[in-house]
């Protein structure tokens, strides 16, 4: 007979009956303790332990205790209402939702925007994001990706430290507060897409290995113990996994999840974790009628993370595409340091415009071997690329952005670059009206050798790159308060947000711009530190030329065109005045600018 998991965690019933459940299969004895009172619960045949509790309403306080320990906290906690060392909470999951009339977005049609929720707005919470979903509608973003928002401890973190991956961090609004966000901007016709940590749990207040064998040391983990998803007991962690991503993804009425370094989830079974989550995501899509998208961070050129189960693959929509950022980074600042010593061309940026990786079985000096295979059986609308993100901007010596360092002109050709590619655009938080405040890591961890650690380890990282200077203390409040955005509204940061607001219109209403199968770009092979690429779709015919010199360059059109866009143009503060409406043959294309042409 077929077994049938439970579903971990408490959920209210009315009437102050409760339902627990937890996973704890070693344990001989397990007691749900309320205040007051504590409760035997009762094991089944794979170690799920589980009651049905009267008296135990919504605000309910409990921990569980494992063979007379002292009580912990539950990993499936939807509630950590005192931090990741206190108490769960019961929560009513019930939610007033009016969003019944939204069906999603695909990855083809989505503009995505990175948030973080601390450090968003100066409210850093879901009521300060929901303040600014008519900022992101004004803009043309359709798809709002929120960095982790699991459980962390302390009120400072970038969210990959979390240790209670279904409770929604306390100050940020909890689970309530990310419903309504979810609720309201999908009225406002706005996806969430929710970045989920699976690779690893955070140090402080992980309490996962006293539940069971949550971790492995078959694999070595650069941010700690790896989570046991192929070794003995690893079909309760999976199904633990599973779970939370399908909570998610229906209760929460998440449109996607991000998944984070999936090249970190070490699986040698049969069937990868990764294709047993695709399949439960289709499930999911099929009995809700709305589409549900997952989108891997791999850092492996290995597309069959993307590839149908059909073809051997492990059925993600997406991945995102560091090797885009990597190219066009490296020649816009000249830095050749780190993992930049692998680029510095603009062909790099060729290859990427037209294969989506860079490496694909070429030598990576950084690397020392051979690196990749070709993806070119996938559409480009499965590949997401960026000039900033979170890790690209964070994990540099100052966070500093692409706006402190690059002229005005040229924040504008990132833009164009990201924007006009046939990939799935991201923009980060503030780029589009050339944010300032850097975004650094920071941390608000009680141990204070943990703290210490941490420390250290930025600093080694930061030796890794060659880059001067004394490393933020991660642990500084005001650390972190350097990186609550400013919201600038000068006449400059008004051009360029128009300059955005442009070139996301042109994207989702362009025809050619439509265009995802490889055969729809053309990358010409060599132009010097001009890029250029045609789109085509239907009977639209787009030249995108990206002036990558810091002098102007004359072209040659192969037919007849009109200039649509011109980042150079005096409406964006460029040094061009304005161009004629009419029919061109020849183009000067100014230092680092971009050019749309049609043909």
Known sequence: MKYTYPRVGAFS??????????????????????????????????????????????????????????????????????????????????????????????????????????????????????????????????????????????????????VFPFAVQNNYGGATGL??????????????????????????????????????????????????????????????????????????????????AVHAIHDFSADHFIAGLSRRVRELESRTGRRKVLIGEIDLNDPRYIAKPQQCGYGLDAQWVDEFHHAMHSVLTGEKDGYYEDFGTTDHLRKSLRDSYVYTGGYSVHRKRTFGVSASQHPYSQFVVFSQNHDQVGNRLRGDRLSTHLSFE??????????????????????????????????????????ELVRDGRRKEFLYFNWRGEVPDPQSEETFRECVLTWNDSTEAKKVFSFYQLLIKFRRTRIAMQGVERNSVRVLPDGGDLVIFERRNQDDRLLVMLNFSRSGSTFILPASGRVLIDSAAGTWNGPAGSRPDEPVNELYIHPESAIVVEL
């Open 179 to 260: 419903k309504q966000l979810v609720d309201e901007a999908h009225s406002a016709g706005i996806a969430i897409i929710l970045d989920v940590v699976y690779n690893h749990q955070g140090p402080e207040g992980n309490y996962f290995a006293n539940f069971g064998p949550y971790f492995t040391d078959k694999y070595k983990s650069f941010w700690g113990q790896s989570v046991n998803f192929d070794d003995a007991w690893s079909d309760g962690v999976r199904e633990f996994y599973w779970q939370n991503a399908l909570m998610w993804l229906d209760e929460f009425h998440i449109d996607g999840l991000r998944l984070d």
């Open 410 to 451: 040229a924040h504008k050709l990132a833009a164009a670059a990201v924007l006009l590619s046939p990939h799935i655009p991201l923009l980060f938080m503030g780029e589009e009206y050339a944010e300032k405040n850097p975004f650094q890591y920071f941390i608000s961890h009680t141990d204070p050798s943990l703290v």
């Open 13 to 162: 019933h009315g009437n102050g009956r409760t339902s627990f459940v937890v996973w704890a299969p070693t344990s001989q004895q397990v007691e749900l303790v309320m205040t007051k009172r504590a409760i035997r619960m009762q094991r089944d045949e794979r170690g799920y332990w589980s009651l049905k509790a009267d008296h135990a309403a919504p605000g309910t306080r409990y921990r569980f205790r494992l063979d007379d320990q002292p009580a912990l906290p539950d990993p499936a906690s939807i509630s950590q209402p005192d931090g990741v060392h206190g108490d769960s909470e019961v929560l009513d999951r019930s939610f007033p939702w009016t969003d019944h009339d939204w069906h999603g977005i695909e990855p083809r049609e989505m503009i995505i925007y990175e948030i973080h929720t601390g450090t968003f707005t100066k409210e850093g919470s879901f009521d300060g994001i929901r303040s600014k979903l008519s900022h992101l509608s004004t803009l043309g973003v359709n798809a709002l990706e929120i960095m982790p928002v699991a459980q962390f401890p302390g009120r400072r973190n970038w969210g990959y430290d979390g």
